[in-house]
Each structure stands twice: as structure tokens, then as C-alpha cells.
DNA sequence: GCCTGTGAAGGATTTCACAGCC
DNA sequence: GGCTGTGAAATCCTTCACAGGC
């Protein structure tokens, strides 16, 4: 095994492979930790620490190879792969998520979607037929799928995840407005953009309020 | 001033405070952190010393009171009030978040929406008719907005993120697949599946991979 | 001279463990 | 007996600072 390394870290290599591809996008073939700790706000000692947990890429004096640093964080994260995903719940947010373009250009390919709703059953989605969610299971046990999508709402979202984890899923995106339980052998992220904002009005909250300096 | 509140801090009271909204719906009166830990995957130790930061407002030998515990995570987070947002950018996502009806019902209410694009301006999205960009500062000038969402491609957002930045918004929540700079007044907070994603594969592929035990 | 890689130091966050109260 | 609130300890993460190489 890979030694224990931070979760922070893993979170924080594919910002650096993103400003990494806008960087060759622009031409650049070398970047020090200082640029693109600039680029990122993030300071160069910290990029410099993370890569370290994988391999000395730089080159005193000059920096990092964009194009190869690129392609070894690719590696490491497993960019290089086509990923295949499960997405279920076709309501309002599960179609935006299904014909949103900004999976598949990075590997992530949307080859089954579920719902229970029969009204949608069957009805094109993305370029994909709408399954019962009844076939989750059979549809897993013969086709492989890496990562399931969460998109329905929060009351059902606990058994749709159970459901995901017993057929075999160890990595899910969860865009339920709540926080289900997994085995810790299984990846969870989850997509709230009311919580961010929610923590957000803290802090102008703060600046409002005349402070009782 | 708060006297320095961890942010790490600050990003889980919303979570606290969605945990208890559905204990109260059930009916429950009282909560213990060991209960609301179980709920949450966070451990009792870390919801008291969270909460520690703001007052005392468990009984000992009881727990906490359901409603009035989230009555004073809601004044504390400003979730007592509502919020005004604007949205730039109505593409499919920005379409996707305009309709999307979570933010509403938490007090989020989208009250002005841009684009560049003189196919879109004039339209209606959600309840509101697209302004066009080159609107945005005369808006904000003459409209209280306390919130920016910015949805516009990734080339775009940092020149979107500074114009919202330079028209007095201090908080900003970014789906643009980059990492936009602001000042350090200014709280921003992205939203990216993508980069989730990317994370989670990292995990996946270590079990994939026969460990070189 | 510039920049990486990295031990060591420093800082931040989490967990422990227990006094105190209901 | 059960549970909070909290200093102290432990752990985790970031930053420093510099030896070493280009």
C-alpha cells in the first residue's frame, strides 16, 4: 500500500492536474512550485510536499515539466482510464447531471441511469435509455460500473446508497441534500451547494453586523 | 470579533444544524452529540467542541434541545434571514441551478440573472427575466446582492468573479471548472464534480490494483 | 542564481479524559 | 447513570529553511 497519504493531498492533485492542463493549453512547457502556487493560491512548499509523497518529478533550478507532471498525476489519480458511472434519480437535478457535458470529456462515462418513477422509465437521457430502478442490481451484476451517482432526493438516497455498496460500488458522488453511511472501504463526496453557501453567509454575516469592536 | 473560529469549524455547523431539521421533523425533542455523531459520522468529542465555540447549549445528563439548538445555529450561521443572489451565466448549468429548487426554501432567492449572449438575455429563467452582462454593475449598484453564483465557462469566471468582486459582493459560489482568485475579504466556495470525481478515483484504483504487497 | 526535495518546526485540528451537573 | 464542556494530549497538516543539484 501506498504508505498512508493525506486525503487533503489526494484532493488537492487534480487541482494541480486541471491548472496543469490550462498551463500546456497556453504553451507553457515548465512551471516552477512559485507559478503555479500563484496560479492556485497555494503556497510552492505545499505543492512541492504533496508531489513528494509520489516521486521527486522537478528538476533543480528550472522546475516541472507540465507535460509530464501532468501525465504522472494523471497516472496516479487513474485519469487514464475511462471510468464507467451509474447515475440514479432522473428528476430535475438527475437530468441536468445527465446531459451536463463535463463528465465525459474527462472519462467519465454516464452508461446507465435509473429511476423509479415510471413516468420517466424508458425515456431517453443523455444518450441513454432510463432503467428501472429495480434493475439496479442485475444491471451491476453484469455490467461493470466504477462510480455511482446519487441523485435523488434526500429520503431515498440512504437505501439507494445501500443498494450501490451491496452490489459491489466503492466510490460514490452523492448530490442528496444529506449525509449517508458507508463502509470505510467505500469513497464518498458530496455535492451541496446549500451547505457551501450556508457557511458562506457566516463570514458576511460577520462584516454586516457592526462589530462590537 | 468571533475570536478566531476555525473554518473547518464553520463548514460543519450547516451540516449540524440540516441533521437537526430532519430529527425534528421525526418528532425528536432532544438530541445527544453521541446521537447526532452516529447520524453524521463525525465523533460526539467534535460536535461538543464545535458548539463550544459559540456558548454552552446542552443540559448535562440530557443532550441538547432539538429545536432551540438549531434555532441558534441558524442565528449564528445568519439563516434567520433571507439572501439575495445573483447568478451569471445560463448555459445548461446556470439554467440547470437557476430552476434547481433547493436554494429557495433555504432563503437563497434568485433575484437577477445574467449572460453575455444576446440569444439568451430577454428570456425567462426560473422567475426572472436574463439581464444582459454588461448590466451587472449598474444592477448591483442600484439592487442589494449578497451572493454571486457564477456559471460561466472556465474563461470567463475570473474576469465574472472580478467584476462581481469590484461591485462590493463579498461571497462568491463558483461552478466554473477553475480556481478564481479574490481578495481575502471575500469568502468563495466551489462547487466541482469533476475534481471530485477525480479524487475518488485515486481510491478505487488502489483497490484495483493487486497491491504489491 | 534558481528551484527542488525534505527533515524539522510550527500551527491547526481532533480526540481524550474527566470534573461537574442534571 | 448519562451527558456536557473543556483543558490537555495526541495527531495531522502546513510552512520553514536549507542542502543539493542544475
Redesign the pocket.
Known amino acids: 500500500m501506498t504508505l498512508e497519504i ?4 489526494i484532493n488537492r492533485l487534480p487541482v494541480y492536474a486541471r491548472a496543469l492542463s490550462a498551463l500546456a493549453l497556453e504553451g507553457e512547457t515548465v512551471v ?3 507559478a503555479l502556487g500563484e496560479r492556485l493560491d497555494v ?4 505543492i ?2 504533496d ?2 509523497y509520489f516521486g ?9 515539466n507540465v507535460q509530464s507532471l501532468l501525465a504522472k498525476l494523471r497516472e496516479i489519480l487513474g485519469l487514464d482510464r475511462k471510468w464507467r458511472v451509474a447515475l440514479v434519480g432522473v428528476g430535475r437535478l438527475g437530468q441536468a447531471i445527465a446531459v451536463y457535458g463535463g463528465f465525459e470529456p474527462q472519462g467519465f462515462q454516464i452508461v446507465a441511469v435509473f429511476d423509479s418513477s415510471p413516468d420517466v422509465v424508458g425515456t431517453e437521457v443523455g444518450n441513454v435509455t432510463v432503467l428501472p430502478a429495480d434493475d439496479l442490481e442485475s444491471f451491476l451484476r453484469q455490467n461493470p460500473v466504477d462510480i455511482g451517482v446519487v441523485a435523488v432526493p434526500a429520503k431515498a438516497a440512504q437505501e439507494v446508497v445501500d443498494r450501490l455498496v451491496n452490489a459491489g460500488i466503492r466510490a460514490i458522488l452523492n448530490y442528496a441534500p444529506m449525509t449517508p453511511h458507508v463502509p470505510r472501504d467505500v469513497t464518498i463526496r458530496n455535492i451541496d451547494p446549500v451547505l457551501a453557501m450556508q457557511s458562506m453567509t457566516f463570514y458576511i454575516k460577520q462584516r454586516d453586523v457592526p462589530a462590537a469592536k
Chains 1, 2 share one sequence.
Open positions: 493525506p486525503e487533503v493531498v516552477s512550485s512559485q503556497t510552492p512548499a505545499q512541492r510536499k508531489l513528494s521527486r518529478f522537478g528538476k533543480q533550478g528550472r522546475g516541472y
